[in-house]
């Protein structure tokens, strides 16, 4: 079974940009959930999407957004780019909202200059 | 947002020796993940801890959760060199209906041969 994909998996942006992340979940997975990772801050949580619904957020601003289709990927958007938005994102998959067992993916390595 | 401290935060060690981390929050989780990240790669788990006073072990590695579900230790036996990255605690809270997982910073672990 092949595991989560990510694409890109390293972007480099311009502040004032926007940018476009895409997940790929594990087959049968419905939940996607995105994460960032830096150094100073570790990993947090973004947002979870489940059925097409964001199920739940995180504690970050509104240029932070995202989308499932009905194939369960999902995009994550980022608008305005920000030069503390460079981080690594992170998208997990798992098969039904709320379940204990997330995979993630590889990751996407935004970097904003 | 429940906080998980972890540490040490970096730990070099040489092959063979034992080693102990720790993960500790002031709030009660209802499960706690320990997960592994080696560069580039996304987090693995490793193993989920439910109820208080759990002990699990993986090879040679024992993870325990507190009597309070407060605080959890992973300990290793006998490090090796492919032990080495990035250890990170993981627990689950509660807003309402959904759960959202939040981590702690992590200990960067080098086991040196």
């Known amino acids: 079974k092949a595991g989560v994909t990510q694409t890109p998996r390293y972007l480099i942006k311009t502040r004032g940009q926007q940018v476009t992340l895409s997940c790929s979940p594990i087959?049968?997975?419905?939940?996607v959930s995105w994460y960032q990772q830096t150094p100073g801050q570790g990993l947090q949580f973004l947002f979870e999407?489940?059925?097409?619904?964001?199920?739940n957020k995180g504690n970050f601003p509104g240029r932070f957004s995202g989308r499932q289709f009905s194939n369960s990927r999902s995009e994550m958007n980022v608008s305005t780019l920000e030069l503390g938005d460079s981080a690594l994102y992170l998208c997990?998959?798992?098969?039904?909202?709320?379940?204990?067992?997330?995979?993630f993916g590889p990751g996407t390595r935004l970097t904003v200059t | 947002t429940q906080l998980l401290e972890q540490s040490p935060q970096f730990l070099s060690i040489q092959e063979g020796e034992n080693l102990t981390v720790y993960c500790n929050s002031s709030s009660v989780f209802s499960s706690l993940q320990w997960y592994r990240q080696e560069p580039g790669e996304g987090p693995v788990l490793l193993v989920t801890v439910v109820t208080g006073g759990e002990v699990k072990k993986l090879k040679r590695l024992t993870f325990q959760f507190g009597d309070a579900r407060k605080d959890s230790s992973l300990h290793i036996t006998a490090a090796q060199p492919g032990d080495t990255g990035l250890y990170l605690c993981a627990g689950w809270e509660s807003g309402g209906s959904n759960y959202k997982l939040t981590f702690g910073k992590g200990t960067l672990l080098t086991v040196n041969p």
């Open positions: 997990a998959s798992s098969w039904t909202s709320n379940a204990y067992e997330q995979y």
């Open positions: 999407y489940f059925s097409e619904t964001q199920r």
């Open positions: 087959s049968g997975h419905r939940s």
